[in-house]
């Protein structure tokens, strides 16, 4: 039979395309292998910025407290000094608060300024280390990065090459079978040519008008399932199945929209139907 040539070369062509839609499948989805890697690197670069404000502020309250505890320190010498020139023991008292108020200060201003170089410190060390993670993870990034490069040139160039053993094994078929059929193995990731047996479509398992099983059989057209469209080859029932090769027996396409709505499975519900020409 002249179509058997023809299934033969389509399932040839149909491992191809499986492979090469595989592959192209594979190129889309190595890249979101980096994605945890980019988001945990981009959370420490965030972090780093967060810690490097913060020590900017820290620098500018430590200049702040340097600056108070040099003026009440001064204030406090120059009131030491003026002890010297008292007369009254009214300037003394005066005098003598101006020390301890300044004393004060100068305690409470030192420690501030002790807090602030504390955590200008600890700020600096926080980002040191946060350096050395960012700096490791980028580097890692660049490893991983081209690994990958080198892992999708080498699908691509095994894309090619099936593009090319496609090229060899098509000339003959016609465009527009093909084009469905590619439709077909892509959405179903698979098989896009099944047998039909005992009057039942393999690749749907739904029960098929006897035109259907005979046409197929006849072999002179290539006949798509109505239910899953893909492309189906005659396989005769095994002993014991029943043949639905008798018109009488079966239903006409009419019933079978009937049988759409009920019976239709959920997976094969986004599928286009593939017009076929036939008679009824
Ligand atoms: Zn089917």
């Known amino acids: ?161 099936l593009a090319q053993q496609e090229k060899e094994l098509t000339p003959n078929l016609d465009s527009e079978v093909l084009f469905k059929f590619e439709r077909i193995i892509r959405n179903k990731m698979g098989r896009g040519i099944v047998a039909i047996k005992g009057g039942v479509c393999m690749g749907c398992h739904m029960i098929l008008p006897a035109q259907f099983a005979n046409a197929v059989r006849q072999g002179e057209e290539i006949v798509f399932c109505p239910y899953c469209s893909r492309i189906l080859f005659y396989e005769e029932a095994e002993q014991g199945e029943e043949e639905f090769f008798d018109n009488d027996d079966s239903g006409s396409l009419a019933d079978l929209d009937d049988m759409e709505d009920d019976e239709y499975d959920d997976d094969e519900e986004e599928e286009e139907k593939v017009n076929i020409d036939f008679e009824e």
Do not use: C, H
């Open 1 to 161: 039979m002249a179509m058997d040539g023809v299934f033969e070369k389509l399932r040839t062509l149909q491992d191809i395309l499986s492979e090469k839609i595989g592959l192209e499948q594979d190129i889309q989805e190595i890249p979101k292998l980096l994605v945890t890697q980019e988001e945990l690197l981009a959370r420490l670069k965030k972090s780093f910025i967060e810690r490097n404000q913060d020590y900017e502020k820290a620098k500018i309250a430590e200049n702040e407290f340097q600056g108070l505890l040099a003026d009440a320190e001064s204030m406090r010498e120059k009131a030491e000094k003026n002890m010297d020139v008292i007369n009254t023991q009214r300037e003394y008292e005066a005098l003598d608060k101006e020390i301890r108020d300044s004393t004060e200060k100068e305690q409470q201003y030192r420690k501030d300024l002790q807090r602030e170089t504390r955590l200008l410190g600890e700020l600096d060390e926080q980002m040191k280390q946060s350096t050395a993670l960012i700096e490791q993870q980028e580097a890692e990034l660049a490893e991983r990065r081209a690994g990958i490069e080198v892992e999708i040139s080498e699908k691509k160039a095994k894309i090619d090459e």
